[in-house]
């Protein structure tokens, strides 16, 4: 089984909660350590929890952060029973495509802060540098710029931005997603960049999210995991 980023990213937007969980939800350490990359390349995730931001000014942190393999994070979990409960009004937009999943094996580790209506996620994944390029270059079809989500019986409208490749880390992508649902509106930034051996991914949820924050933040991950990790 493989976890796609961009489709479990707005469809988790269209419950008004981040793609790695929502302000609130404490995460639960996971015991145990994922395989590392193949060939013996890459990191566990016991060292991709030690490169974690250990603190945001004017956050605080929603819960411990958890570590394992990707598919067994809580917050993972929790966003793809979202998507299988979610109706797309353009379901072609969900699908995913090739070089746009994460191996539900993958070593990973997350955390999120939160402050007043806000949260910020940050996820570390080991990866081959080869299959992270492939995230980073992926883009979104212009027909799925604008679409509608339907959970339970309320309908929410998302606007998505798209950023041209930036250079965070090794490389990066930024993405915007406007939502309304009913009176209610709200901004998910997300950056996904590619470091040594690894991916991560850090999203901005919230009322007020901004892509400055967003790409401020990744880089301090950036600083944080070059800093740990060997």
Known sequence: MAHRLLPIMLLSTAAAVSACGGAGERARPVHGTAPAEVAGVGY??????????????GYQKAGE??????????AIQNAARLQRAAQLDKPRCGTGRPGGAVPADAPAALVTFAKRGQTVTETLMG????????QVNARIPTGCLKFRTKVG????????VESPKGEIGEGSRTVGVSTTTGNTATRTWYVVFRGRHYLATVTVYGPQATRTEAERLARNSLAQADRILP
């Not at 995730?45 to 000014?57: G, H, K, R, V």
């Not at 990866?127 to 492939?134: G, S």
């Not at 309320?154 to 606007?159: F, G, L, M, T």
């Open 44 to 57: 566990t995730s016991d060292q991709l929890a030690q490169a974690l931001l250990t603190e945001i000014p």
């Open 127 to 134: 990866m081959p540098a080869a299959d992270a390029e492939k």
């Open 153 to 160: 019986s309320q309908w929410s409208q998302h606007r998505v």
């Open 65 to 74: 952060p958890d570590s394992g393999s990707y598919g067994t994070l809580k």
